[in-house]
């Protein structure tokens, strides 16, 4: 059983496309995150959402909106997609009591490239 | 702001060696967390370790270990007796202490372990 579930794993699509990469997770957090890791392998924190409740956005272009219907999933639809948009998406979760702390539960990353 | 740096951009060992990946932070906080993770080439993020400031012990797991120096601002990672599935890029990041903290992380060291 995956812990923290990303799909789809590899997406290709022409620039301007709107695109949603989805997440789910099964351990009960009540904090997701999203991550992006850029060609050079640099990671940085996108979004963060407590409960459903946005909480950190990290001056991430408005064509990128993350939603969460419930406390168990955090999707990362984007608008008009650009070249520069193309890297890694990692998803992630953390426990409440723990949000603090830094611990995080990654996913397996969703690889976006942008044509 | 908080920075992590890691001055190594790659090391390439050969089976067996020890390998040192050196990782010095920046911040002004008094209470924090320094983490190692590890991203293999299938590209997942595994957690490794988290250390929090107050707790200066050095920590040993079995091949791995680390050495966590307030007075430089440093949190090292030692391989011993390198193998070749320790091949990966890896990460030393810091979290603050603070509500819904998230992870700064630095830009990653690749170790190369050949037979």
């Known amino acids: 059983d995956t812990a923290v579930s990303q799909t789809p794993k590899y997406l290709v699509t022409q620039m301007g496309n709107d695109k949603s990469i989805k997440c789910e997770q099964n351990l009960g957090h009540d904090t997701m995150y999203w991550y992006k890791q850029d060609s050079k392998k640099f990671l940085k924190i996108m979004f963060s959402?407590?409960?459903?409740?946005?909480?950190i956005n990290e001056t991430v272009p408005n064509r990128f909106s993350p939603k969460s219907p419930d406390k168990a999933h955090l999707n990362l639809h984007i608008n008009s997609l650009e070249l520069g948009d193309s890297a890694v998406y990692f998803c992630?979760?953390?426990?409440?009591?723990?949000?603090?702390?830094?611990?995080?539960?990654f996913g397996e990353g969703s690889r976006l490239t942008v044509l | 702001a908080q920075k992590v740096t890691q001055a190594q951009t790659e090391i390439s060992v050969v089976e067996k060696e020890d390998v040192t990946l050196d990782c010095v932070y920046e911040t002004r906080d008094t209470t924090y967390y320094l983490f190692w993770y590890k991203q293999p080439p299938s590209g997942e993020l595994v957690f490794l370790i988290r250390r929090n400031s107050f707790d200066e012990q050095n920590e040993i797991s079995g091949r791995y270990s680390w050495n966590f120096q307030k007075s430089t601002s440093s949190f090292n990672f030692t391989i011993t007796a390198s193998q070749v599935v320790d091949s990966a890029v890896y990460f030393c990041?810091?979290?603050?202490?603070?509500?819904?903290?998230?992870?700064?992380f630095g830009k990653g060291t690749m170790l190369l372990v050949s037979p």
């Open positions: 992630a979760s953390s426990p409440r009591d723990r949000a603090g702390t830094g611990e995080l539960f």
């Open positions: 959402y407590n409960n459903k409740e946005l909480i």
């Open positions: 990041a810091l979290s603050l202490n603070s509500g819904y903290s998230t992870l700064t």
